[in-house]
């Protein structure tokens, strides 16, 4: 599983509509019904500074999100910043002691905490 973490903002003169509605109206456009891409708002709608993570199930449907991104950014008037990247990790090597890894079922540790990411 790869994905990232951006932060959204307007780039120029301010809009009606917040920018979380944007970013999740571009991130869907950049998405194109594409099975796989899920997406979702860490920070709570209405914030000047939304924070989105974006998962994917390969490098090839990172790549064709990306490729989609940066015109829908730029029809919407929106940058973006690359706060954190989850990189798809090498397969664990057979555990000579046949230990099974040690695991909670839960996703903590994937993203830094909210906290981390959103600017007050």
Same mark, same amino acid.
């Not at 970013?23 to 989105?52: C, D, M």
């Not at 940058?79 to 555990?95: D, G, Y």
């Given at each position: 599983?790869?994905?990232?973490?951006?932060?959204?903002?307007?780039?120029?003169?301010?809009?009606?509509? %917040?920018?979380?509605?944007?970013? @999740?109206?571009?991130? &869907?456009?950049?998405?194109?019904?594409? %099975?796989?891409?899920?997406?979702?708002?860490?920070?709570? %709608?209405?914030?000047?500074?939304? #924070?989105?993570? #974006?998962?994917?199930? *390969? #490098?090839? $449907?990172? &790549?064709?999100?990306? *490729?989609?991104?940066? %015109?829908?950014?730029? &029809?919407?008037? !929106?940058?973006?910043?690359?706060? $954190?990247?989850?990189?798809?990790?090498?397969?664990?090597?057979?555990?000579?002691?046949?230990? &099974?890894?040690?695991?909670?079922?839960? *996703? #903590?540790? !994937?993203?830094?905490?909210?906290? @981390? !990411?959103?600017?007050?």
């Amino acid at each position: 599983m790869l994905g990232r973490v951006y932060t959204f903002e307007r780039e120029g003169a301010s809009s009606e509509r %917040p920018v979380s509605a944007v970013a @999740a109206e571009a991130i &869907q456009t950049s998405i194109n019904g594409r %099975p796989g891409i899920h997406y979702h708002e860490l920070t709570a %709608p209405g914030r000047p500074k939304p #924070v989105f993570a #974006v998962l994917f199930p *390969d #490098v090839a $449907h990172k &790549q064709y999100f990306e *490729d989609l991104l940066g %015109p829908a950014l730029t &029809q919407c008037r !929106l940058r973006i910043n690359i706060v $954190h990247t989850l990189e798809e990790r090498e397969p664990v090597a057979e555990n000579p002691a046949n230990e &099974q890894p040690v695991s909670s079922g839960s *996703d #903590v540790g !994937l993203f830094p905490p909210i906290s @981390a !990411l959103a600017e007050t």
